[in-house]
Structure formats: structure tokens, C-alpha cells
């Protein structure tokens, strides 16, 4: 898939994609740009050995792989980068790749996008990176380069899910959730859209074998201090009911 920028005095900016079929569509609606990406991203997830699972993943100090799931403005991005500005190593704000046969994950490294208003309000380190690019509602999204590089992990395995919410102006809060709410939650980030018999497969086996977690947090230092507490009191070895 190709995106080609066009701007003109007389038309102003304008889109050209080429997609994998050969078939192009031109627009001048950033929207339906961002449509079109999603759909093809989607499409490409057709993997035989391979579960395609929306997610942040990140390994806390003591080497604890830990799942970050939620939707746009919840703050996983902003938690993944901060969490990686302070001794985590960050494989990926978005995606993993759940091995359908066993446990282990595959992410998919990518760079962080951070909005304007977050990076103005020094929650996050501002980049070196002078990369940015305009979002759906005309602000910038800067470009923050994922620094972390992988050792070649074999059987990397996450020992707990967190669904965080950025709440500024009350204090953090965190709960274990149900496994039906678990299994809820991770449905809603399962990213098959072609085989949803899968998606539920998948999703049963997931929250069997991995505490999932609310967690509402006013900002992300304590954010952190919550998720390391629940890992810090989590049971080792005890899978859900």
C-alpha cells in the first residue's frame, strides 16, 4: 500500500493510495486516510501460526512482560513511553502476535505517536525526534523511535493484562477483573477480524492463564506504582476459574 501527499495553492492537501490490489483512490479527508490504513492493516493479520492481539507490551526491571490494552486517549501510548523513559523496556504500544499453539508473543516494534497536548504538558520527555505528522482533528502527533532492541527472546510470555484509564484529578485505583469481564475486555482488543470463532479461542485461553486488570490512574508515576504493586501481590502459578 502506497500513500502519495499532494498539495496544491489551488486544491490544497490532497491523498493518492495505491492499494496492494493495484486499485487507487484519491481524497482529501485525513479520515478516510486513516480508514483505509486500518482496513489493510487488518487484512494483512491473516497468519497461520500467528493471533494478532491490540495491545502495548513492556517488561518492568525484574523481567516481567506486561500487557497494556486499551482504547484511543485511554493513555496506553503515554504510559507505554513514559514506562520505557524510566527503566522499562517498551516492545511495542500497539500490537503482539499471540503463538495460537502455546504462549509465547511475537510484537511488532514500532514508533510511538504522541499527541501535542501530552508533550506539552511534560508528561512524557519531549523527543529528539522532530518527526510529526497532523491527526484526524488537525493537531500534530509527534514521532517517538522505539529504542528498544530485542535480545532474541524465545519464549517471551506475559505474566498479567492491564486495561489503564488516564483519570487526572482523582486518586489511582486498580481491581482484578471477573473472568467474564476479562474475557470481555480482551474480545473487544482481539485483532481477527476474519475468523472471530478464533478470537474467542483465543481469548478464553488468554484470560484462563492471565490476570487482567483495571487500573485508573491520575498520572503515570502512579500508574507504574500500581501496576508493580498488583504484580508484586499477584499469586504465582494459580490460573482464573
Given amino acids: 500500500m502506497t500513500l502519495v501527499v499532494?498539495?496544491?495553492a489551488e486544491e490544497g492537501r490532497s491523498y493518492n493510495c495505491t492499494f496492494p490490489d493495484g486499485s487507487i483512490s484519491d481524497t482529501a479527508d485525513l479520515s478516510t486516510v486513516m480508514a483505509w490504513l486500518n482496513r489493510a492493516i487488518k487484512?494483512?493479520?491473516?497468519?497461520?501460526?500467528?493471533?494478532?492481539?491490540?495491545?502495548g507490551a513492556v517488561i518492568?526491571?525484574?523481567?516481567?512482560?506486561?500487557?497494556?490494552?486499551g482504547h484511543s486517549g485511554?493513555?496506553?501510548?503515554?504510559?507505554?513511553?513514559?514506562?520505557?523513559?524510566?527503566?522499562?523496556?517498551?516492545?511495542?504500544?500497539?500490537?503482539v502476535w499471540f503463538q495460537k499453539g502455546g504462549e509465547s508473543i511475537q510484537p511488532m516494534p514500532v514508533s510511538f505517536n504522541i499527541r501535542d497536548d501530552v508533550v506539552r504538558s511534560s508528561v512524557v520527555t519531549q523527543s529528539a525526534s522532530p518527526f510529526w505528522f497532523p491527526d484526524i482533528d488537525g493537531n500534530r502527533r509527534w514521532i517517538y523511535p522505539n529504542r528498544f532492541l530485542s535480545g532474541g527472546e524465545k519464549d517471551l510470555r506475559p505474566v498479567a493484562i492491564f486495561l489503564p484509564t488516564?483519570?487526572?484529578g482523582r486518586e489511582a485505583e486498580s481491581r482484578r477483573m471477573s473472568t467474564n469481564e476479562a474475557l470481555k475486555a480482551t474480545l473487544t482488543n482481539a485483532y481477527s477480524s476474519s475468523d472471530m470463532p478464533l478470537n474467542l479461542a483465543m481469548s478464553a485461553k488468554l484470560v484462563k492463564q492471565v490476570p487482567v486488570y483495571q487500573l485508573w490512574y491520575p498520572e503515570c508515576s502512579v500508574g507504574m506504582k500500581e501496576i508493580v504493586k498488583n504484580l508484586d501481590s499477584q499469586p504465582i502459578g494459580v490460573e482464573n476459574s
Fill in 74 to 95: 485511554s493513555g496506553k501510548t503515554t504510559l507505554c513511553v513514559y514506562l520505557a523513559q524510566h527503566g522499562w523496556q517498551c516492545l511495542t504500544d500497539d500490537l
Fill in 60 to 69: 518492568d526491571p525484574q523481567g516481567r512482560c506486561v500487557l497494556l490494552c
Fill in 6 to 8: 499532494k498539495e496544491t
Fill in 43 to 55: 487484512k494483512a493479520f491473516r497468519f497461520g501460526a500467528w493471533w494478532p492481539f491490540h495491545s
Fill in 166 to 168: 488516564f483519570c487526572r
